[in-house]
């Protein structure tokens, strides 16, 4: 499950940078990234800080937004609050503040007071929590944009990282999926320069016979390390220079195959 959702959440962001939001439970979020991807969010929020933390994905021009440090929600509204007596009856000096109620000189700093509009908790500037947002950015990230387009324009919405229990009981994860005449149908993406090791096929055979699936295809980009005969004939191999290329002849085999919501007949 994780290289997949690595897989896609880098993906996405080559193609177009994605936005970062506050969020009060994950601290951020990325609507992009969860409409996107068919996995629960906390796990996508949790690759995203790992791609992070590994310098895989970047933050472009990142900001600090404040949130409550009580429950995390953005936009607190600030007004100014003598610290000693709660009085807002006060005079601002520069950066000294006096209360006219109790009298107290204090600063600017001090008396500033931060209200949450959620949880209605106030804070100090000293206990205040920031988070960094910003742009995500996956610049050179193997881009599978292209294979997702090529099932969307033959009228199928694809899944991402879709899981299938196998007859095993084991979990099985696929890059795409999609439903045609009520069966699935999903595809692999793997990339190396140097040729994807045949081991990854051999895999990728035996985790589509576990779960029952009847049509499957394993895009190869360049091409496998080793020419083989796949055998079966529900898995077929699609070696491409590029994924641009891979893309194209994925949509003329599922064209030809007549698997496309879009054929009138
Ligand atoms: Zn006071
Ligand atoms: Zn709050």
Not at 33 to 53: H, M, S, T, W
Not at 79 to 86: H, R, Y
Not at 185 to 190: F, N, T
Not at 222 to 246: M, Q, R, T, Y
């Amino acid at each position: 499950m994780e290289n997949c959702i690595k897989k896609h959440i880098l993906s996405i962001a080559s193609e177009a940078d994605v936005e970062s939001y506050p969020d009060h439970l994950t601290e951020f979020t990325v609507p992009k990234l969860l409409e996107n991807i068919d996995a629960p969010k906390e796990e996508i929020i949790k690759e995203v800080n790992d791609l992070e933390k590994s310098g895989k994905l970047i933050m472009k021009s990142p900001y600090l937004t404040m949130v409550c440090p009580s429950c995390g929600s953005p936009d607190p509204f600030s007004k100014m609050v003598c610290p000693k007596c709660g009085s807002q009856n006060l005079k601002v000096e520069g950066t000294g503040v006096e209360c006219r109620n109790c009298g107290l000189h204090t600063s600017v700093q001090e008396a500033l007071t931060f209200v949450c509009k959620t949880c209605g908790k106030s804070f100090g500037l000293g206990n205040a929590k920031w988070i960094a947002l910003g742009s995500l950015s996956s610049r050179g990230a193997v881009d599978v944009e292209p294979i997702s387009r090529a099932i969307m324009d033959l009228g199928f919405y694809p899944k991402r990282c879709q899981t299938i229990r196998g007859a095993s009981g084991v979990n099985h994860h696929y890059d795409f999926a999609f439903e045609h005449d009520g069966s699935l149908r999903v595809v692999d993406v793997r990339v190396d320069v140097k040729g994807v090791n045949i081991s990854e096929l051999i895999e990728f055979l035996s985790k589509v016979f576990d779960s029952g699936i009847k049509e499957a295809y394993f895009i190869a980009v360049p091409k496998l390390n080793l020419s083989i005969n796949a055998g079966k004939n529900n898995v077929k191999v699609i070696e491409a220079p590029d994924l641009e290329k891979a893309s194209e002849l994925l949509k003329h085999i599922l064209t030809e195959r007549g698997i496309s919501s879009k054929i009138v007949h």
